[in-house]
């Protein structure tokens, strides 16, 4: 954990509060009262010199296992090097880890933060973090689509993301759902082949409880999928599979 002031603290613990107002002065003050006590309190605590000052407690106390380290850190590289434009997202999430990493190996681990916002947003950055926000919220995502191999031609699509997976030979991002507009049956879409995507805010949906992602991904990905599900996956929605789950489910990669 990196020293921080008492308004570095105050900053993460109200994170909405109105700097430089009384109120916020109030909150410095209480932090600062909180970390006097703990300076008396924890003997792992450290008060640095300097105006003003910093505070650190030595002891990890969310310290990971090298393989917990390895899986949490590999998989935020994974979505830093295809997704380049969420900057703020992605740099708390690998501060977070390098806080939670051994001190040894905090150095290297900062140096990647150095180029977050340098590189140009991609198609799939735009298109991931409205996924997410759709997956994440539990509203229908709607996009165009074309099949490559195809017409040619851009389809509306309407999906209810169940899954956002990494394809385990290509690493690109897909999104693993119902389609509703016109085959009402899952399907996975390649999030770089999306365009003009939507939130319909006005929709929900619940990812049913039949729902098996190793089988529907053992049907559009093949052997590698279903016998070695995707180790730096986004996320795993642990659940089931409708029956019409099956090898239609598969995009062209």
Same mark, same amino acid.
């Given at each position: 954990m990196r020293p921080r002031t008492a308004a570095d603290l105050a900053l993460l613990?109200? *994170?909405? /509060? *109105?700097?430089?107002? +009384? !109120?916020?002065? @109030? %909150?410095v003050r209480g932090v600062q009262r909180d970390l006097d006590m703990l300076d008396h309190l924890e003997p792992d605590f450290e008060r640095l010199r300097g105006r003003p000052p910093r505070y650190i407690i030595h002891t990890v106390r969310s310290a990971l296992q090298p393989l917990e380290l390895l899986a949490l850190h590999a998989a935020a590289r994974l979505t830093y090097h295809r997704c380049s434009g969420e900057v703020q &997202? =992605? +740099? +708390? /999430? $690998? =501060? +977070?880890l390098t806080d939670w990493a051994p001190a040894r190996l905090q150095p290297v681990l900062k140096v990647g933060l150095s180029d977050l916002g340098s590189r140009r947003r991609s198609r799939e950055t735009l298109n991931m973090e409205k996924a997410v926000r759709a997956w994440a919220d539990g509203h229908p995502l709607r996009f165009e689509y074309r099949v490559p191999g195809g017409s040619g031609t851009w389809r *509306?699509? =309407?999906?209810? %993301?169940? $899954? %956002?997976? &990494?394809h385990p030979q290509n690493l690109e991002l897909y999104a693993l759902g119902l389609e509703t507009s016109f085959h009402g049956a899952v399907r996975t879409f390649k999030l770089s082949r999306m365009r003009a995507?939507? &939130? &319909? =805010? @006005?929709?929900?949906?619940?990812i049913p409880e039949t729902f098996v992602p190793q089988q529907v991904l053992g049907a559009a990905w093949g052997w590698w999928a279903a016998n070695q599900w995707a180790v730096c996956r986004c996320a795993c929605v642990s659940g089931p599979t409708p029956p019409t789950a099956?090898? !239609?489910a598969v995009t062209h990669i």
């Open positions: 613990l109200y *994170p909405t /509060a *109105p700097l430089g107002t +009384r !109120r916020w002065n @109030a %909150i &997202v =992605q +740099r +708390r /999430a $690998l =501060q +977070r *509306p699509n =309407q999906l209810n %993301i169940y $899954l %956002i997976e &990494v995507l939507e &939130v &319909v =805010q @006005a929709e929900s949906y619940d099956s090898k !239609r």
